[in-house]
């Protein structure tokens, strides 16, 4: 059975997939003054603590004296929950409430042993970790962790029955809103950019409750129970109002003193305008980054408690120039654990389609170098496809017994770096980074690894291999060089006693890292996974294949395997180069049968780089782009690129281009120097 949980801020949802989707009504003792429609089937992310007993969702909603809502957001360090005078680690309440949903579940016929767990789009590498361990800690194994917009996507697809090339996601839940553009390529989902906001539903509740508060007078301080019952009350406020037909309709609210005051949806959208408009930014910057047109997007979605506010549909629906899907067709609340459901069926093979999942933060390893200190060396950086592997030789400082190996992740990018060495604005408009405060908050040092230097006579050459799997989980490995040993091989674990802690130093020094390339312990040459075995250390020139283009050489009907072929004949010419294949997205619809899926893994497992959606030229330009920043690189094709020509003056130099033929299974690459544009 395949099985999909939506592990959200407020709420838990969970769906399987059998024939299609079932939703689980796993919030079926919703309490009376919670009976709203379709609450039945979420439960609440809410814990509480009375007297010894452990209360989870509507129970502890409707009968704990304290509680505790968005539990995952205080899954990104050693947090812990203060309830009365006890003290709980976030992580325990986690895998608690997955525990009670499993329970819930069970009383519903359904035994959760597996299922696909969603999370965030933005999330730190320990979010992620923390995440599955809480749901295996349960008894669930994670099948895969997929985030949230691509499992609102492959449910709506899904639930349509339309492929669209490209969709937007407006996720407005309860912690955060999330904005993501995914493209679809025969229900190949790639989320393509991801923005967000902290400004969530809670943060909502809070400006209706000033509003009240301003309206009855009143600005008592209430007790922690006075508090819970003011903040349930006002969420409850807000559905209704955002359910109500007549805006000039007052509705009631009784604060805890007793106080009772009427709020019309006119009011609360008037008091709160300003900050639904703000909700509307990262759409806005979405399309300015990717320089797109509303009418580009093929359709929009909003998912997310938040996204049943009337205003805000109506502000979106304005800003895209059309209707956003009526909540007739897809539930906000559960639409998110359908499309893990769905994602899980097809892990299970038991339906077509796959996705594909971007890391959000790069991944890199400590340096040091005697006259300026620590430093830091990317290996994975952010924005890839994962599963992802990447390696990097490194050697010692000295010779000596064994040496630490640090991994820092961070969510600093070097597009932000160039413009902040001093306290103004740079001309990008980036704000400044200040590494003294906020910035040292990017950086987090991951896990420590003791390497063991197995010739102690001499500085130890390794080769660091950095894996990060579908679900975001980090992988390490190392080998000695000279003796191809493996010394070490382990996955980060972040619950390691001083795991987390922030490191300035290192913070400081990846702004460095945007100007300059680190050295020692020193990198010596990087080896990627796209298409041949990383332990080649890559000498020879940079190999740049046009998959699109030599697909069709030689044979009636293009296929992938052809391709395939080309690039081994390649490999085995250019035994010290990395050879990239690059392809359009649409030439899968080119393929058949077999060859199709394969050539779908490719995408998936980062052996072919197909271009963004709506890029400006498509493949052809990609592959130049490449190879005009790699000096030392050849393009393989034959493609005569004339609309090229005149801003990659090299493509005519003879020495960059190759041309490729094949014939009785054999292919001869010769240099080329293409026809130039004829004249008008």
Request: charged share 25%.
């Amino acid at each position: 059975m395949s099985i999909g949980i939506d592990f959200g801020t407020s709420n838990f949802s969970v769906s399987r997939f059998v024939d299609d989707i079932e939703v689980i009504p796993i919030g079926s003792d919703v309490p009376l003054n919670w009976n709203f429609e379709n609450f039945n089937q979420f439960f609440p992310s809410v814990f509480s603590y009375n007297d010894g007993d452990y209360l989870y969702g509507w129970e502890a909603i409707s009968q704990g004296k304290e509680m505790t809502q968005a539990v995952k957001t205080l899954l990104t360090g050693h947090q812990t929950i203060g309830i009365g005078n006890k003290q709980f680690s976030a992580d325990k309440v986690a895998s608690l409430l997955f525990r009670a949903v499993a329970e819930k579940s069970k009383e519903h016929g359904l035994q959760i042993e597996e299922a696909v767990v969603t999370i965030p789009s933005n999330i730190s590498a320990r979010t992620r970790y923390r995440t599955k361990s809480a749901a295996g800690l349960a008894g669930i194994r994670v099948k895969a962790l997929i985030k949230e917009p691509t499992a609102a996507a492959i449910g709506y697809a899904h639930k349509i029955g339309v492929d669209h090339e490209n969709l937007l996601v407006f996720d407005w839940g309860g912690g955060t809103i999330d904005v993501t553009l995914l493209e679809n390529n025969h229900s190949f989902y790639t989320e393509i950019i991801s923005l967000g906001r902290p400004i969530g539903g809670f943060m909502l509740d809070y400006y209706l409750g000033e509003l009240i508060q301003k309206k009855t007078k009143n600005k008592k301080q209430y007790n922690k129970v006075q508090e819970k019952e003011f903040k349930l009350a006002v969420e409850r406020l807000k559905i209704n109002l955002s359910s109500v037909q007549d805006p000039n309709e007052e509705l009631p609210i009784v604060t805890p003193e007793g106080l009772e005051v009427g709020v019309t949806r006119k009011e609360f959208e008037r008091e709160l305008d300003w900050f639904i408009e703000s909700a509307m930014e990262p759409v806005k910057e979405i399309l300015k980054k990717m320089r797109l047109e509303p009418e580009q997007i093929d359709d929009f979605i909003m998912v997310g408690g938040s996204s049943a506010i009337p205003l805000a549909r109506e502000k979106l629906s304005e800003l895209m120039k059309s209707e956003v899907v009526s909540r007739e067709i897809i539930n906000p609340f559960t639409l998110i654990s359908e499309g893990a459901a769905v994602a899980a069926a097809q892990i299970d093979e038991k339906i077509e389609g796959s996705y594909s999942v971007l890391s959000d933060l790069s991944i890199g390893v400590a340096t040091h170098k005697k006259e300026e200190g620590k430093g830091y060396q990317v290996i994975i950086p952010a924005g890839v496809s994962l599963p992802y592997k990447e390696s990097q030789l490194f050697e010692s400082k000295n010779a000596k017994d064994a040496f630490q190996l640090e991994i820092y992740e961070t969510a600093i990018k070097p597009v932000e770096l160039e413009n902040t060495k001093t306290n103004e604005i740079g001309k990008r408009g980036k704000i400044p980074l200040d590494l003294s405060t906020t910035d040292a908050d990017k950086t987090v040092l991951l896990g420590k690894f003791t390497v063991q230097n197995p010739d102690k006579s001499k500085k130890t050459q390794i080769k660091v291999t950095l894996t990060v799997d579908t679900s975001g989980i980090l992988h390490v490995s190392a080998i000695d060089t000279a003796s191809q040993a493996e010394i070490l091989k382990d996955k980060v674990d972040f619950y390691e006693e001083n795991s987390g802690l922030n490191d300035p130093e290192i913070t400081s020094e990846i702004e460095i890292q945007a100007k300059k390339k680190m050295e020692t312990i020193t990198p010596l040459t990087s080896s990627r996974n796209f298409n041949r075995d990383v332990s080649a250390i890559h000498t020879g020139p940079e190999i740049f294949l046009d998959a699109s283009n030599v697909a069709h050489e030689g044979i009636a009907t293009p296929t992938f395997e052809h391709v395939e072929s080309c690039r081994n004949e390649l490999n085995n010419l250019y035994k010290n180069s990395l050879i990239h294949v690059i392809a359009d997205a649409t030439f899968l619809h080119k393929l058949q049968g077999d060859d199709k899926k394969r050539f779908s893994n490719a995408i998936k497992n980062n052996e072919v780089i197909t271009p963004a959606a709506g890029a400006i030229g498509k493949a052809d330009r990609l592959i130049l782009e490449f190879a005009n920043r790699k000096k030392n690189s050849i393009v393989v094709s034959n493609d005569s690129f004339q609309e090229f020509q005149v801003e990659f003056p090299w493509l005519r130099t003879g020495d960059r281009l190759s041309g490729a033929k094949f014939l009785d299974g054999i292919w001869v690459f010769q240099p080329r120097i293409p026809p130039a544009p004829r004249l008008a």
